[in-house]
């Protein structure tokens, strides 16, 4: 009974910590341009594939890591110079629609390049499974927990310590005000999109050994993501790790406790069932609007 | 020219029916005649879509879901329960109308991105329960819909029939039931813009604040065009049914949800006639794109990426712009003078 419970909340937390990184990653580049990124479960996919198939040529993991994570990076800077920037006075809409243009772009390449079949990646380490009351919890959960903590405690360093950081503080906060004192938005700009790519790689890094990994693997990767930043509040990254985590572990107790089927509709309907209540997720900020 | 032509209600339904009528001299072969059928179809949905999209300002991304209730409302109550199609696709509209007012009213408090959201959550909650509940359903692998059936007359696509003495195959047949209903959609979504509930919307999009507080009840009328639009699909998704013989839980998915209200964004949100065009274009380009084989999805997301950050207002009204009018500006300096 308890074990059974144990099992759901390692699955759940497991598959959390990587909703909690593609939705930080959402978080990151809504706060520095308002943009929701639909393209943001690309990179997902764009980390994971790409270390499958250098791994698969032979490479060492840890290169093949680098090399996916310094991809998904420039895929980000490339996707704000060449398709966010030149739209900058579209409406909200348009740049939904453009974001997702770009997506379909990355994933028809990604199938080109490595066909559409499911591929599987080994954990990072030897140990396959440890037992813990009853319940397995996989090694490479551990991996996910690890790395995911990590990159927060580093993203919290890298806003409260470092001048880049706190210049995409200041632009979310206030574009007009961080531009007067002298703050180049454009490089913030490209910075977020940057870091939010380099988080949604990781994440489908870490993640693969898990779930496999495939081409379109980022269409449902990225919604989560959306989902879990919308639940915790649009532009909070506190909410973004919170909902991240009630995301996952939500959906792993109604798999395993009402039905596998509707694991995802419970899923939705927890976003719904926020939103009713607090219009604007849990953490998000109060706006007062200007007419 | 063209903005003078859309302007007028009345003519550019007649525009719309005058190609209506022409067009089939470009069809070749029953392919063409299917295309122009499930563009038709399409369109009148997204014609829908438009009213709660382009002129009340409210995003939707589950609007496949209204559709998908209705194709299988449709595809039950003719196929497992025996009804006739027409009181189907009504009750299916009614009970379609009433899903959206109860998610409506919570829902549409809701702003921006949040709405989004809520939208794909909703839209991704009957896809969920389309595909689950297998005994009503049929679940992933679909369902059989009879043939559209109006007054003991069957409307197959492989029929023949005889109009005014005139020989005419199913597909023809359903193309004008097709062409009909889009015009018919367009001509009512054009009356409901230029009545008061449109002016009442068209404020929500300038600053729905703003028109709360010169009188405007901004959750009547947000909650009325939801239902609108959802009627509309789910009439729409009825027909569909129908015509397709066939359906399939992907008619409520998230990605078909994408597809409408990408047609509704690139061919010119709030324009009436650019959202068919919208449907035109993205209905026809896989076809047009179908030489590029593995190539096809990539060129498909780079032209609308392209599009979107060229023409971030849409195609009809980019076009519009373009379009020298001189009429327009000699009426404009016609008011300028008199007023100033």
């Known amino acids: 009974m308890f ?4 099992q759901y909340l390692f699955t759940g937390t497991t598959i959390g910590a990587t909703y909690a990184l593609i939705a930080l990653g959402f978080t990151l580049i809504y706060n520095a341009s308002h943009v929701i990124n639909f393209a943001q479960g690309e990179f997902v996919m764009i980390g994971g594939m790409t270390t499958v198939a250098l791994t698969g040529m032979g490479m060492p993991m840890i290169v093949a890591v680098v090399l996916a994570v310094i991809l998904a990076s420039v895929l980000g800077l490339a996707l704000q110079r060449l398709a966010i920037a030149p739209a900058k006075q579209a409406d909200v809409v348009t740049l939904i629609i453009i974001t997702i243009g770009a997506s379909i772009f990355i994933r028809g390449i990604a199938q080109v390049v490595w066909g559409k079949e499911y591929h599987s990646m080994p954990n990072f380490s030897a140990t396959q499974s440890l037992e813990v009351f009853g319940a397995v919890l996989n090694s490479q959960s551990l991996w996910v927990f690890g790395i995911g903590a990590v990159l927060v405690v580093a993203l919290v360093l890298f806003f409260t310590k470092t001048l880049s950081g706190k210049a995409i503080l200041a632009t979310s906060m206030n574009k007009e005000a961080a531009r007067l004192v002298g703050i180049r938005t454009q490089v913030v700009l490209m910075l977020a999109f ?94 007062v609007e200007r007419v | 020219m063209l903005n003078q032509i859309m302007q007028s209600r009345l003519r550019g339904v007649m525009l719309l029916g005058l190609i209506l009528i022409f067009l089939p001299a470009f069809f070749a072969n029953p392919f063409h005649y299917e295309l122009a059928i499930q563009v038709g179809i399409v369109a009148a949905t997204v014609v829908g879509l438009n009213l709660l999209v382009g002129f009340a300002g409210q995003i939707s991304l589950g609007h496949a879901g209204f559709f998908g209730l209705g194709a299988y409302f449709s595809g039950i109550a003719t196929g497992t329960y025996g009804w006739s199609s027409i009181p189907a696709l009504v009750a299916g509209a009614i009970a379609v109308g009433v899903v959206a007012w109860i998610v409506g009213r919570p829902i549409l408090r809701l702003k921006g991105h949040y709405l989004s959201m809520a939208t794909l959550a909703v839209g991704f909650i009957i896809a969920i329960i389309l595909e689950n509940e297998r005994a009503l359903t049929g679940g992933p692998d679909g369902m059989s819909v009879p043939p559209l059936e109006v007054f003991g007359w069957q409307l197959s696509t492989f029929g ?104 509704v964004v690139i061919g010119g949100m709030g324009s009436t006639f650019g959202v068919i065009l919208g449907a035109v274009v993205i209905e026809l380009l896989p076809q047009a794109l179908a030489d590029f084989q593995e190539l096809e999805m990539a060129m498909f997301g780079l032209i609308l990426m392209v599009t979107m950050i060229f023409m971030p207002k849409g195609l009809l009204p980019t076009l519009n712009s373009v379009v020298p009018n001189i009429t327009r500006k000699k009426a404009a300096e016609v008011r300028h003078d008199s007023t100033g």
Do not use: C
């Not at chain 1, 074990?3 to 144990?6: A, D, I, K, R, V």
């Not at chain 2, 609108?228 to 949800?257: C, E, K, N, R």
């Open chain 1, 194 to 287: 940057m870091v939010s790519a380099f988080l949604g790689s990781v994440a489908g890094i870490v993640v693969a050994p898990i779930t496999f990994t495939s081409y379109d693997i980022g269409i449902i990767l990225g919604l989560k993501g959306f989902v879990a930043a919308a639940i915790g509040g649009l532009g909070s990254g506190v909410g973004a790790i919170v909902g991240g985590l009630a995301l996952g572990i939500v959906e792993a107790m109604a798999a395993g406790y009402i039905s596998s089927d509707y694991k995802d509709a419970v899923a939705f309907s927890m976003i719904l069932l926020v939103l009713f209540f607090m219009p604007r997720g849990l953490f998000g900020a109060k706006v």
């Open chain 2, 160 to 263: 023949r029939y005889s109009l005014f003495g005139l020989e005419i195959s199913g597909v023809q047949a359903w193309y004008m039931v097709a062409g009909v209903l889009l015009v018919i959609a367009t001509w009512f979504a054009l009356n409901i813009i230029e009545s008061p509930i449109g002016r009442a919307l068209r404020s929500l999009k300038g600053s729905e604040v703003a028109a709360g507080v010169v009188g405007v009840n901004t959750t009547k009328y947000k909650s009325l065009v939801f239902v609108v639009s959802a009627v509309y699909a789910s009439i729409m998704g009825g027909i569909y049914a129908h015509f397709q013989g066939f359906i399939t839980p992907d008619l409520a998915s998230f990605d078909f949800s994408i597809v409408l209200i990408t047609m």
């Open chain 1, 3 to 6: 074990s059974e419970f144990l």
